[in-house]
C-alpha cells in the first residue's frame, strides 16, 4: 500500500504509469494494469467523500454570503462528478475546470478566469489549495492571498498561510484574514 500512495503522489501522480508500475514490480500481466486505469477512470469521481467538516464550513460560510468557487486540473466528467457527488456544488458560484479552460494550474489565466466569474477582483480572493506548485504558487502569481491546505502534511513548514482542516480555515477567514 504505501508503494501505491507513493507512485499515486496524493492522487497527482500519472494514473496509467502507477498501474504500469505495479503490473511490472509485482509481475502481473500488463493488460490487468490497462484495465485497473480504465475501472480507476470510470469509478473515480462516483467514489469521492468531503473531509468530515468540509460541507458544515462550506454552508456556513455560504449563509454569510462568501462566494465560492473551485479551480480544479483534470476532465470535465470527472471533476464534476467529484463536486457533485461530494455535495459541494451546492455552494459554489463558479466552477473552472482546466479540461473546459484549455489550461491547468498553476496558469495565472485560470485563476483570474475564476475570479472574473466570481465577480471579483483577484486580491479580494483566498484561494485555498492542496498542490503548493499548482495551487499555492500559481495563485499567488495571479494575485490571490494563497492558503495551503497541509491536511496531507500537517507538520511541514511553510511561511504563508496554512490551515490543516476546513475549520481551521473558516476561524482564519472570520477572525484572521
Request: aromatic share 8%; proline share 5%.
Amino acid at each position: 500500500m504505501s508503494r501505491l500512495l507513493l507512485l499515486d503522489d496524493h492522487g497527482y501522480g500519472d494514473k496509467k504509469t502507477m498501474y504500469q508500475t505495479l503490473a511490472e514490480e509485482f509481475g502481473i500481466d500488463p493488460s490487468i494494469a490497462t484495465t485497473m486505469e480504465a475501472e480507476f477512470r470510470s469509478s473515480f469521481g462516483e467514489a469521492m467523500c468531503p473531509f468530515p467538516d468540509t460541507l458544515p464550513v462550506l454552508a456556513r460560510l455560504h449563509a454569510r454570503g462568501w462566494r465560492m468557487g473551485i479551480v480544479t486540473n483534470g476532465t470535465v466528467r470527472v471533476q464534476k462528478s467529484k463536486i457533485t457527488v461530494t455535495g459541494m456544488d451546492a455552494y459554489m458560484s463558479a466552477i473552472v475546470i482546466s479540461e473546459a479552460e484549455g489550461m491547468k494550474k498553476p496558469a495565472s489565466e485560470i485563476f483570474l478566469r475564476a475570479a472574473m466569474r466570481l465577480g471579483v477582483t483577484p486580491h479580494e480572493i483566498a484561494f485555498v489549495g492542496d498542490n503548493l506548485a499548482a495551487d499555492v504558487e500559481g495563485s499567488r502569481l495571479a494575485g490571490m492571498v494563497p492558503v495551503w491546505f497541509a491536511a496531507h502534511d500537517p507538520e511541514a513548514a511553510f511561511s504563508g498561510v496554512k490551515v490543516r482542516s476546513l475549520s481551521e480555515l473558516e476561524t482564519w477567514l472570520l477572525h484572521g484574514a
